[in-house]
């Protein structure tokens, strides 16, 4: 349970993202059993001055998340006509696992904002996707 001396202008304590972080991690393997798991990465033995106040230090992590791109991704979205004919997953083909767009994810807590900060990277084909096109 988070701390009572939490703020109500959303800001938390570094231990207070640790437990919120951990409570996220396993509500999320309950209800999304289908993509990896997020994992408490410890960064603890890498800042030795909180390593020594006792503060458990680290991050969340989620990796190597495939998102297979949507038909409608592949075809365009716009259509000639209001009409979609209906399609059946079962028809559709993956060419491989390249077919789709990779995400990595990392929860960080900014003890300057306090605040958790979420960092994320996309691929494809091994590239990173660019928001400057």
Known sequence: MISNNATC?????????????????EKWKKFNSDFPEWLWIDCSNRLLEFAAHGVSE?????????????????HGECSSNDYEEPFDDATLVQSNDNDGHWYDFH???SSSYSVPVLYFRAYSSGTLISTYL
């Open 9 to 25: 202008d959303g800001r938390l304590s570094s231990s207070d993202f640790q437990i919120a972080a951990n409570a996220f991690a």
């Open 107 to 109: 929860v960080v807590y």
């Open 58 to 74: 680290g991050y969340l992590s989620l990796q190597n998340v495939l998102i297979h791109r949507s038909v409608k991704e592949e």
